[in-house]
C-alpha cells in the first residue's frame, strides 16, 4: 500500500483523476471500477473536464460500480445508476451498454449478483477500482464483519451509513433502502489496482485504522493492505492522525514514479 499526502482536496482529488486519466490514455478498453458519495464529485468533475479539453477518450472503456441500493429503480434520483448519470456517463463518451451498476430491483439478488461477477470476469477483471471511504470504514457498502473474502451480494447498511447518506435523500432515513448490493471485499481486491480517495476531518480517525491499523473486518477497507498495488490519496486533513505521514511525504517528493505529479500541485 502507498499513501500520497496532499495539501488540499482539491489537490488529492486532480491527482486521483490524474492517475485515471493516464491509465485510460494507455488502454484505451480500460475497465475501469467507480465508487459513488460526495468524495468522488469532484473526480468525476476532472475526468469531465479532461474528457473536453484533453479529449480523453472513454469509448472503448467499461465501468462496474461498487454498488446500488435494493429497491430503487434506475431512473430514481437517489439510485446510484442516477450519481452516475449525472456526475459522470451523461459527460463522457462511455458507451452507455458497456456502464453496468448492479440492479436493485432484480426479482431475484442472488442470481443478479451471480450475473455481476460474471459480467466482471467476462471483461477479464477490474483494471482500476475506486474507492472511497465509509464513515465506518467501509468500502463498497462492505459494512462491519462483511467477510474479507466476500464476493457481490447484498447488505444490509448500519445506523451510521444511514446517517451519512441520509442527506442524498433529503435527510429522511425513512426514505432510504436499508439494502445495498454490493461488490464484497473479495472481488475488490481482485481488481488489478486499487485507488482509494479519502478527504476532510471527518475521516481523519477511520483512515488511520483503516491504513494503519489491523487488518479486521470491523474495518473493511483495512483488506486494502493486501492488495498488491493499492494507492490511497488524501488530503492533509485526512492524514492528521497518520502516524507515517513523514515517510509517506518522502515518498511523493522522491519515488521517480511520482516526479511527473509532483510540479503539478495547485497551491
Ligand atoms: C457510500 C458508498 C461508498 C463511499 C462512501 C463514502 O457509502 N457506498 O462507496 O465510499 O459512501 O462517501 P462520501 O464520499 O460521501 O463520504
Redesign the pocket.
Known amino acids: 500500500m502507498e499513501v500520497i499526502i496532499r495539501p488540499t482536496k482539491r489537490d488529492a482529488i486532480r491527482l486521483a483523476a490524474q492517475l485515471i486519466g493516464k491509465e485510460l490514455k494507455s488502454k484505451p478498453h480500460f475497465v475501469l471500477g467507480l ?6 464529485a469532484g473526480v468525476y468533475d476532472e475526468l469531465a473536464r479532461q474528457h473536453r479539453e484533453e479529449h480523453l477518450d472513454f469509448s472503448r472503456c467499461h465501468t462496474f460500480n ?2 446500488e441500493y435494493v429497491g430503487l429503480p434506475p431512473d430514481s434520483p437517489y439510485s446510484y445508476h442516477a450519481y452516475m448519470h449525472r456526475h459522470l456517463f451523461s459527460r463522457v463518451n462511455l458507451a452507455p451498454a458497456n456502464t453496468h451498476l448492479p440492479d436493485g430491483m432484480a426479482a431475484d439478488l442472488k442470481a443478479e449478483c451471480a450475473h455481476y461477477e460474471q459480467l466482471i470476469r467476462q471483461v477479464g477483471g477490474v483494471d482500476l477500482q475506486l ?4 464513515r465506518d470504514g ?4 462492505n459494512e462491519p464483519l462483511s467477510a474479507l473474502r466476500s464476493r457481490t451480494r447484498a447488505k444490509a447498511l448500519t445506523p451510521s ?1 444511514l446517517a ?2 441520509a442527506p442524498y435523500f433529503g435527510g429522511d432515513v425513512a426514505k432510504m433502502p436499508r439494502r445495498a448490493i454490493t461488490m464484497g471485499v473479495g472481488t475488490i481486491l481482485e481488481a488489478h489496482r486499487c485507488l482509494m480517495l479519502v478527504t476532510g476531518d471527518s475521516k481523519a480517525a477511520i483512515l488511520a485504522r483503516a491504513v494503519e491499523g489491523p487488518i479486521t473486518s470491523m474495518v473493511t477497507a483495512s483488506a486494502l493492505q493486501l492488495h498488491p498495488h493499492c494507492q490511497v490519496v488524501v488530503d492533509e486533513e485526512a492524514a492528521v492522525n497518520l502516524q507515517g505521514q513523514a515517510y509517506y511525504r518522502w515518498i511523493f517528493e522522491n519515488e521517480p514514479e511520482w516526479a511527473p505529479y509532483r510540479a503539478d500541485a495547485e497551491v
Open positions: 465508487a459513488t458519495g460526495a468524495t468522488m461498487l454498488d474507492l472511497g471511504l465509509g467501509h468500502i463498497g457498502f451509513t451519512a447518506n
